[in-house]
């Protein structure tokens, strides 16, 4: 039996300040996703799904459809989106409960949420059936029929600590 305690989680150093930080961080290796400390965990997933499928996958791996709340953390997904060399990824906003009223996941607006780049055009609602919220390659926001299947982003967030 130690007497230290960062024995108890292999790599965790409880004599740190940022002990959230690094439970975030061995969270989101131990699912291969990719930390940016103060931002969050984000991981690409390469294989199209609905974006109904995509928001179950992200939550049965412990994370939702990423959420992007500033414009840096819409520079890391778009880094991961462009390192693949994907078009288009679903992320977790919608405007399926009141047309043209896009809102996140956690039902906020995206407007509040930090970050909104519509494409030149977008959102159109093409054929009066797209719903949820795409982003392409170049960072920018598309609305899409939700049961395309596209690569996704999960995400999981780092919190918000207010003092
Ligand atoms: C349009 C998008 C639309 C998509 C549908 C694109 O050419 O620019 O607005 O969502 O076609 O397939």
Known sequence: ??????SVVPG????STSIVDQLISLRARRNNYIYT????AHKLHI???SWNSA????????GHLAIINSMEEAQVIRKLVDTADIETIWIGAHDLFNEDEFVTIEDESIY???YSMWERGEPNNAGSNEHCLAVKKDGKFDDRDCKQAFSYVCEIRYPQVYV
Do not use: F, Y
């Open 1 to 6: 039996m130690h007497n230290n305690q960062s």
């Open 12 to 15: 965790l150093n409880l004599t």
């Open 37 to 40: 400390s103060g931002i969050g």
């Open 47 to 49: 294989e199209a799904a």
């Open 55 to 62: 928001r179950h996958n992200c939550q049965d791996e412990g």
């Open 112 to 114: 509040k949420a930090g």
